[in-house]
């Protein structure tokens, strides 16, 4: 996240949020272990979470409240583009992902990706 002196504000890039999935388990959820990175204010690392959760909430028709379950299928009231996100949440993989009927993963992945970002960033035209 990279703060714009400008705007006065955090500018999220994808890369970003894809480093928020795959360690969400480990800092928002059951199980913990200490992360790659650190984050010494705990009121960023809340921050982060909230916008995090409010993307992933938005781009789909399910409404996000946080890790609930490991099991992929326990989110099949989400929306494609927030499972995908999800899945990365709980570790599935692509083989995987494909067995559960998706396909070109990796484009469905960028774009559920940039439209968190777009959300996060205050575009209007998120989803296109």
Same mark, same amino acid.
């Given at each position: 996240?990279?703060?714009?002196?400008?705007?006065?504000?955090? &500018?999220?890039?994808?890369?970003?949020?894809?480093?928020?999935? &795959?360690?969400? !388990? %480990?800092?928002?959820?059951?199980?913990?272990? *200490? *992360?790659?990175?650190?984050?010494?204010?705990?009121?960023? !690392?809340?921050? %982060?979470?909230?916008?995090?959760?409010?993307?992933?909430?938005?781009?789909?028709?399910?409404?996000?409240?946080? @890790?609930?379950?490991?099991?992929?299928?326990?989110?099949?009231?989400?929306?494609? /583009?927030?499972?995908?996100?999800?899945?990365?949440?709980?570790?599935?993989?692509?083989?995987? @992902?494909?067995?559960?009927? %998706?396909?070109?993963? *990796?484009?469905?992945?960028?774009? /559920?990706?940039?439209?968190?970002?777009?959300?996060?960033?205050?575009?209007?035209?998120?989803?296109?």
């Amino acid at each position: 996240m990279g703060w714009s002196e400008d705007q006065l504000r955090y &500018t999220y890039k994808v890369g970003e949020l894809k480093a928020i999935a &795959t360690w969400y !388990v %480990f800092v928002y959820g059951t199980r913990y272990e *200490p *992360p790659l990175f650190e984050i010494s204010n705990l009121y960023r !690392v809340a921050e %982060f979470k909230a916008d995090f959760d409010m993307a992933l909430t938005y781009i789909g028709k399910g409404y996000w409240e946080g @890790l609930g379950s490991i099991r992929f299928k326990d989110y099949r009231h989400f929306g494609k /583009a927030q499972r995908i996100v999800i899945a990365d949440i709980i570790g599935i993989t692509e083989y995987e @992902l494909g067995a559960y009927g %998706f396909y070109q993963i *990796p484009q469905l992945r960028g774009k /559920a990706y940039s439209w968190m970002m777009n959300y996060l960033n205050g575009r209007v035209d998120v989803q296109s």
